[in-house]
């Protein structure tokens, strides 16, 4: 079945360092690729998307490249602060002759942390 | 506009005890989704509907797990005869259509069983 798996965490970072959360997935079929962002006490928001290969994603100054090859979408941020401490989830939404199913199918999370 | 909304927040219930989570979709949103968050599970998917149906129930864990949407609205999550292993957030999620890709989530309900 379908799958996707990310970096352990946590993760810890100072201000203004970059960011990698490292994703890949097992999917049959095209799926789209999705990072989902779960700030404290907030609900699931979406950060970005990417629907096919070589499509890059990109919110916030959150960037992921649709990598078919590798079946990878690492999450990418050259600067991080403060406020962008929180839970992040890689996801897939499996495709079949172009009818999204519309089901996520998620990873287990990465807690990102940033210290002043 | 309203986001997705979600009650109870919490529910506290004992062993046994039939529950029941609501789900109020965004206003025009035809898919909606059940998904259940937990620590020792991650992320979930449960059920979705487009419309009034349920085209995808393979994520319920057991037959206690039944949900339906009435009026292409607001959807029910009832647990029957709740067990400790059922404590999770349950979050709720609607899109467009299901060909939509983004879904907007709701706050979840953080389920306890005593």
């Known amino acids: 079945g379908d799958s996707v798996t990310q970096m352990e965490g946590p993760v810890t970072l100072s201000e203004e360092a970059f960011l990698t959360i490292n994703c890949t997935y097992t999917a049959t079929g095209y799926p789209s690729l999705f990072w989902y962002v779960q700030y404290p006490g907030e609900g699931l928001q979406l950060l970005l998307k990417?629907?096919?290969?070589?499509d890059k994603g990109s919110n916030k100054g959150f960037e992921a490249t649709y990598r078919k090859e590798t079946t990878s979408f690492h999450l990418e941020k050259g600067s991080v602060q403060v406020s962008d401490s929180a839970v992040y989830f890689c996801?897939?939404?499996?495709?079949?002759?172009?009818?999204?199913?519309?089901?996520?199918?998620f990873g287990q999370g990465t807690i990102l942390t940033v210290h002043p | 506009g309203a986001g997705v909304s979600q009650s109870p927040s919490n529910k506290v219930t004992e062993k046994g005890k039939d529950v029941e989570l609501r789900c109020d979709p965004i206003?025009?949103?035809?898919?909606l989704y059940w998904y259940r968050q937990s620590l020792g599970q991650g992320l979930e998917f449960l059920i979705y509907?487009?419309?009034?149906?349920?085209?995808?129930k393979s994520g319920l864990p057991s037959d206690r797990f039944s949900a339906e949407r009435t009026g292409g609205s607001v959807s029910t999550l009832t647990i029957q005869r709740t067990q400790q292993e059922d404590s999770a957030v349950y979050l709720c999620?609607?899109?467009?259509?299901?060909?939509?890709?983004?879904?907007?989530f709701g706050p979840g309900t953080r389920l306890t069983v005593l």
């Open positions: 999620a609607s899109s467009l259509t299901v060909s939509y890709n983004e879904q907007f």
């Open positions: 206003s025009g949103h035809t898919a």
């Open positions: 990417a629907t096919k290969a070589d």
């Open positions: 509907f487009q419309g009034n149906s349920a085209p995808d």
């Open positions: 996801a897939l939404s499996y495709h079949a002759g172009g009818t999204s199913y519309g089901k996520l199918t």
